[in-house]
């Protein structure tokens, strides 16, 4: 392992977890539910009938992967509260930006995906009799899926230099203090 470059396993489970998790939302996006209305000739009642609910398997798929990438980064770094202290520096500031905006890329990933997976299972079976001109099935909004897919895409691009320069702040040497016993400027007082 060099100096700062941080655990290849860790760089590498968490780009592959975050790449399954891109996949699924990609699928999840392409095997959306659609609805169409049906009318009963009998009872003369209007209802929806969708297709599979797949893409709601999909994206909790995609939740749950992500999730697990972000808790083995989290897990490793010790969140970056517990542990060695950083040193100071640029390394430690960088750390701190990385962090920050991969959480929040996290939690507007995770949020697309789980509202997504949410919206999709929610259907409406039975509408009853309906006499309205424009009336449609309920679906899922196209690019729900695709934006949590992004989003997923940055926090792990976050993610991997996170690692980065908290492994850099965390091996660097912290710059060794003058020994105050030999120190070559006198401090007398004033009589």
Request: proline share 2%.
């Amino acid at each position: 392992m060099g100096e700062g470059k941080g655990s290849t396993l860790v760089h590498l489970l968490v780009v592959v977890l975050s790449l399954v998790a891109f996949g699924f939302a990609v699928a999840a996006e392409r095997r959306r539910s659609v609805g169409t209305i049906v009318k009963d000739d009998i009872t003369n009642a209007t209802y929806c009938v969708y297709n599979s609910d797949v893409a709601t398997g999909y994206g909790v798929g995609a939740f749950l992967f992500l999730l697990s990438g972000e808790s083995l980064l989290m897990g490793v770094t010790k969140c970056m509260c517990f542990g060695r202290p950083l040193a100071p520096g640029s390394d430690r500031a960088w750390s701190i930006v990385y962090f920050v905006s991969s959480w929040l890329t996290f939690s507007v990933a995770e949020a697309c995906l789980i509202a997504g997976a949410t919206r999709n299972a929610y259907h409406t079976k039975y509408r009853g009799m309906i006499y309205a001109q424009s009336f449609s099935c309920e679906t899922l909004r196209k690019g729900v899926f695709i934006a949590g897919a992004v989003f997923v895409v940055v926090t792990m691009i976050l993610n991997v230099y996170y690692y980065m320069y908290f492994t850099k702040a965390t091996t660097t040497t912290p710059a060794h203090k003058a020994n105050r016993a030999s120190s070559t400027v006198g401090m007398t007082g004033y009589a």
